[in-house]
Antibody, heavy 121, light 108 residues
Framework: QEQLVQSGAEVKRPGASVTVSCKAAGYTLTDHYIHWVRQAPGQGLEWMGWINPNTGGTSFEQRFQGRVSMTRDTSISTVYMELTRLTSDDTAVYYC??????????????WGQGTLVTVSS | SYVLTQPPSVSVAPGQTASIACGGDNIGTKSVHWYQQRPGQAPVPVVHDDSDRPAGIPERFSGSNSGNTATLTISRVEAGDEADYYCQVWDTSSAHVVFGGGTKLTVL
């Protein structure tokens, strides 16, 4: 079964950084782009960016530029999303999701189970 | 940047038909995808590429897209359909993904 398995919940202080991992199972990581999407409490889905696990290429939503990075370790079929200079506004559930085909511009399936990141002093 | 607009809420009685709109400039020229999200769960695709259903999604879920509005239609609504629904497109001008604000479907 093709799935994405994310790391566990995190609690961070304002100003800190957080890294969330997303491990691909049941398929070859490098065959599909991975997107990151977040959802603040009671709010909608917010796209953050994508990574091409084959080349390491990335693209980010403008509002996250300079604060987000996405990397991968193909030897363990895992991608990572790091967000720096955290504020309380970054408290959210973070999802990774697979672009269904080998290129961009498609729908997402599957999604990871989500990782709650709480930023609090 | 490209903007998708959804009504915050839609209510429907069991057995009736629910229609959820997703508005965007010339959205009819784009492929629209729809996700269902139940509380505490990750989103699940229910319609992709305007009107196709992923495997396992009931035929009660259908979609259309023309002009400035895409629509998700749920026929014979059941209590289990109560969830948030999001539309999504790929904005070719920015090479970025755009989500609508989401619509909460309430089954009366």
């Amino acid at each position: 079964q093709e799935q994405l398995v994310q790391s566990g919940a995190e609690v961070k202080r304002p100003g800190a950084s957080v890294t969330v991992s997303c491990k691909a199972a049941g398929y070859t990581l490098t065959d599909h782009y991975i997107h990151w999407v977040r959802q603040a409490p009671g709010q909608g889905l917010e796209w953050m960016g994508w990574i091409n696990p084959n080349t390491g290429g990335t693209s980010f939503e403008q509002r996250f530029q300079g604060r987000v990075s996405m990397t991968r370790d193909t030897s363990i079929s895992t991608v990572y999303m790091e967000l720096t200079r955290l504020t309380s506004d970054d408290t959210a559930v973070y999802y990774c999701a697979r672009d269904v085909y080998g290129d961009l511009g498609n729908w997402f399936d599957p999604w990871g189970q989500g990782t709650l990141v709480t930023v609090s002093s | 940047s490209y903007v998708l607009t959804q009504p915050p809420s839609v209510s429907v009685a069991p057995g009736q038909t629910a229609s959820i709109a997703c508005g965007g400039d010339n959205i009819g020229t784009k492929s629209v995808h729809w996700y269902q999200q139940r509380p505490g769960q990750a989103p699940v695709p229910v319609v992709h590429d305007d009107s196709d259903r992923p495997a396992g999604i009931p035929e009660r879920f259908s979609g259309s897209n023309s002009g400035n509005t895409a629509t998700l239609t749920i026929s014979r609504v059941e209590a289990g359909d109560e969830a948030d629904y999001y539309c999504q497109v790929w904005d070719t001008s920015s090479a970025h993904v755009v989500f609508g604000g989401g619509t909460k479907l309430t089954v009366l």
